[in-house]
């Protein structure tokens, strides 16, 4: 009886991990708007540091997808996405992104074949997780649970991955 339960939350997370983190598109991010004053250029765009602590396994590359609005974060095209070698001992990206809003998406493709690794009832058998260290209730969490904002000059994430 306990196998029912399991089974319903399996298909509930069925279709959202088939749209958590797989297959995550390459899109360059959209070139920033042309100014006139390099003072507005430099404060419209920023910098952002992604850390990843507490990586069990340091072998393949974090798949990272960051989104800009809710309408893609449920199924549209990321802004950009990045792949991170893992190898390190706590590996780090910086993304040049423009002053704004976003939530990022993670996975840990620790066996190296570009997917999220899933078990037959469709969970996640590989890290994954979520900026804000935004909770999975039934499915991805909602882009405002994800979301932060990116200020003019440097900003950091830390994502942990469970």
């Known amino acids: 009886m306990r196998l029912l339960p399991l089974l319903a939350c399996a298909a509930l997370l069925a279709a959202p991990v088939a749209g958590l983190c797989q297959d995550i598109p ?3 991010a959209p070139p920033a708007a042309a100014t006139t004053s390099a003072q507005t250029q430099a404060q ?3 910098g952002l540091t992604l850390t990843f602590p507490g990586l069990k396994a340091h072998t393949g590359a974090l798949q990272v997808a960051v989104y800009d609005n809710a309408q893609a974060w449920k199924g549209g095209k990321a802004v950009t996405s990045v792949t991170v070698p893992a190898t390190e001992a706590e590996p780090s990206i910086r993304l040049d992104l423009p002053v704004g809003t976003y939530a990022l998406r993670v996975f840990h493709d620790v066996d190296g074949d570009g997917r999220l690794g899933t078990n037959p009832f469709g969970l996640p058998v590989e890290p994954y997780g979520f900026s804000n260290d935004a909770k999975v209730n039934m499915g991805p969490p909602s882009f ?7 200020a003019p000059g ?3 994430q830390a994502l942990n991955l469970r």
């Open 26 to 28: 390459v899109v360059p």
């Open 44 to 46: 419209a765009q920023a």
């Open 144 to 150: 405002e649970a994800a979301a932060f904002t990116v």
């Open 154 to 156: 440097e900003n950091a």
